[in-house]
């Protein structure tokens, strides 16, 4: 079991920067594959990104990619999000999810294996 809780959320400026971790309660972190993922009010959740179990791999959704940096720290079971000009359409709750999957990075949430309780990101226009 792998439990993970989110920080950094907040009320942020569009072009504004903000940092999210997400810390896991497992000695076992390095062994999950990690991502973000969000959802915005009325939509499904979606991939953000992920950085594989050594953090040699990320991957990235289209609409952050340039903006958005992932990574990850083993040793201290936490992985960030770093999310810089955010826009108005960034505004959602942002989830970290640990996923068990034999692949170096994955975007799908049905191979997330575990969950956080999510923080809320708003960027005002």
């Known amino acids: 079991q792998v439990q993970l809780v989110e920080s950094g959320g907040g009320l942020v400026q569009a072009g504004d920067s903000l940092r999210l971790s997400c810390a896991a309660s497992s000695r076992t972190f390095r062994m999950f594959i990690m991502g973000w993922f969000r959802q915005a009010p009325g939509k499904e959740r979606e991939f953000v990104a992920a950085?594989?179990?050594?953090?040699?791999?990320?991957s990235y959704a289209d609409s952050v990619k340039g903006r958005f940096t992932i990574s990850r720290d083993n040793a201290k079971n936490t992985v960030y999000l770093e999310m810089n000009t955010l826009k108005f359409e960034d505004t959602a709750v942002y989830y970290c999810?640990?996923?068990?999957?034999?692949?170096?990075?994955?975007?799908?949430?049905?191979?997330?294996?575990?969950w956080g309780q999510g923080t809320q990101v708003t960027v005002s226009s």
């Open positions: 950085i594989s179990r050594s953090a040699s791999t990320t």
């Open positions: 999810a640990a996923s068990g999957a034999s692949a170096v990075v994955v975007d799908g949430k049905s191979q997330y294996n575990y």
